[in-house]
């Protein structure tokens, strides 16, 4: 009946068979028969998803009982159906159970993808100072300590948390982030700490706040030095007690979310102009990471540069231009006051304005005033043949070896690719 609905099937006549199918080929769903020689179905439901703990499996029966289907269920089975099973029913299950198995498979591959996209090998940190930021970010990553982010607006604070986070032994609960500063001082603590039900008008039922939904995950409370001093003094007692009480509650709730928090304030400064609770700016500074600014760390523009244009490629499917040597000398001059947020913003507008194989200068925003320095290279000095190669080193590694691939990352030919992996003695394997 199933192959002639269309679907492949394996049969096997015993649990011992059945693994041996099942390791030879891709297996969605297992229909399994609780009765079976050398090996029963639940001990063979439990072998199939101590293997695979995705796998959807429905278990059928002659002899049903509430004990063997609670059983079943608890083995990991979808559903377990008891004989005789109409042809209907076995069909929906099937389908149901393959629906599922796509649902699973969807979810898989997209945390892999999150997860692959905030892994700290693919942060740009070709500089020394952002080097020692990843290296904090690390060692943050495997410790449930606070972690305080600052650094100017831009600079990728945010980016950094999802990082830690996703590299943590929370990665698979969620993350949240609330920015402080875009949220009503009247409406904070309820967002941050929930509300019961009838705490103020308009509240007809219970809320969970964000300190509540991030259990087991992560809560980023972004500018932190925004937050009003009411909400400081609760915050204060969460990280003091692991406990808080809803809005209008009485009764403390667990908190058992991670906190981390990121601020472009001098919170010390807050400190002193009494915005700031200073006990708690004490409890945020256990595991501090500030990020430089990107004008102080050069090295670090092209990559980004590279990386931003590899997105652009990815998200519209197109062959987009490279950067010609007056847009590279105008990427490592300009002062980047708005970091890589105002670096991705130019370079998105110079896809767009760009009609040639590469980006020019002139492509770029004009509202810059560009230091004076022979070859209009800053004053402080940048290597770009040293710029250069790593580049190309970058590139070869991302594509492992592969030169079209390359090509296509640094936004060239394979011919010029091969023309400057030979001028820099990189071997074009």
């Known amino acids: 009946m199933l192959r002639r609905a269309g679907y492949d099937v394996r049969a096997a006549g015993s649990g011992r068979q059945a693994l041996k199918i099942y390791d030879q080929n891709q297996i969605d769903v297992a229909l399994i028969d609780l009765a079976m020689p050398e090996m029963d179905g639940i001990a063979l439901l439990k072998e199939l998803r101590h293997i695979n703990n995705n796998l959807q499996a429905i278990v059928i029966t002659a002899y049903g009982s509430v004990q063997r289907a609670v059983e079943a269920m608890k083995a990991g089975a979808l559903?377990?159906?008891?004989?005789?099973?109409?042809?209907?029913?076995?069909?929906?299950?099937?389908?149901?159970?393959?629906?599922?198995?796509?649902?699973?498979?969807?979810?898989?591959?997209?945390?892999?993808?999150?997860?692959?996209?905030?892994?700290?090998?693919?942060?740009?940190?070709r500089s020394p100072q952002m080097q020692k930021v990843v290296r904090l970010a690390e060692e943050a990553a495997q410790r449930e300590v606070i972690v305080l982010i600052t650094g100017e607006?831009?600079?990728?604070?945010?980016?950094?948390?999802?990082?830690?986070?996703?590299?943590?032994?929370?990665?698979?609960?969620?993350?949240?982030?609330?920015?402080?500063?875009?949220?009503?001082?009247?409406?904070?603590?309820?967002?941050?700490?929930?509300?019961?039900?009838?705490?103020?008008?308009?509240?007809?039922?219970?809320?969970?706040?964000?300190?509540?939904?991030?259990?087991?995950?992560?809560?980023?409370?972004?500018?932190?030095?925004?937050?009003?001093?009411?909400?400081?003094?609760?915050?204060?007692?969460?990280?003091?007690?692991?406990?808080?009480?809803?809005?209008?509650?009485?009764?403390?709730?667990?908190?058992?979310?991670?906190?981390?928090?990121?601020?472009?304030?001098?919170?010390?400064?807050?400190?002193?102009?009494?915005?700031?609770?200073?006990?708690?700016?004490?409890?945020?500074?256990?595991?501090?990471?500030?990020?430089?600014?990107?004008?102080?760390?050069?090295?670090?523009?092209?990559?980004?540069?590279?990386?931003?244009?590899?997105?652009?490629?990815?998200?519209?499917?197109?062959?987009?231009?490279?950067?010609?040597?007056?847009?590279?000398?105008?990427?490592?001059?300009?002062?980047?006051?708005?970091?890589?947020?105002?670096?991705?913003?130019?370079?998105?507008?110079?896809?767009i304005i760009s009609h040639g194989n590469l980006i020019a200068a002139s492509d770029l925003p004009t509202d810059h005033t560009l230091p004076p320095a022979a070859g209009g290279l800053p004053a402080s000095g940048v290597d770009l043949n040293e710029v250069e190669r790593n580049l190309l080193v970058q590139a070869m590694n991302r594509s492992g070896n592969n030169l079209s691939r390359a090509a296509r990352l640094l936004g060239i030919g394979r011919g010029a690719l091969r023309y400057r992996l030979e001028k820099h003695n990189l071997a074009a394997k």
């Open 153 to 351: 607006s831009g600079v990728g604070k945010e980016v950094l948390a999802r990082a830690i986070h996703y590299n943590s032994d929370r990665r698979s609960g969620p993350f949240f982030a609330l920015n402080c500063a875009a949220i009503p001082e009247t409406l904070v603590e309820s967002e941050l700490f929930g509300y019961e039900k009838g705490a103020f008008s308009g509240a007809q039922q219970r809320k969970a706040g964000l300190l509540e939904q991030a259990a087991h995950g992560t809560l980023l409370l972004d500018e932190i030095g925004d937050l009003p001093l009411p909400a400081q003094a609760k915050l204060l007692r969460v990280i003091e007690s692991r406990e808080m009480i809803p809005v209008g509650g009485t009764q403390p709730v667990k908190v058992a979310a991670r906190l981390m928090a990121a601020t472009n304030a001098d919170l010390r400064q807050r400190v002193r102009t009494k915005e700031f609770r200073e006990e708690l700016l004490f409890r945020l500074t256990v595991f501090p990471i500030h990020i430089p600014p990107l004008r102080e760390r050069r090295e670090d523009i092209l990559p980004l540069a590279a990386l931003i244009l590899e997105r652009l490629a990815r998200e519209t499917g197109k062959d987009l231009p490279g950067l010609s040597q007056d847009a590279v000398e105008y990427l490592m001059c300009a002062p980047w006051e708005g970091n890589v947020r105002e670096l991705a913003n130019a370079i998105e507008r110079a896809v």
């Open 79 to 125: 559903d377990f159906l008891t004989r005789p099973v109409r042809n209907q029913v076995l069909m929906a299950q099937i389908e149901k159970a393959l629906a599922m198995s796509a649902l699973v498979d969807e979810n898989r591959r997209l945390r892999e993808a999150v997860d692959n996209k905030y892994d700290f090998s693919h942060l740009v940190a």
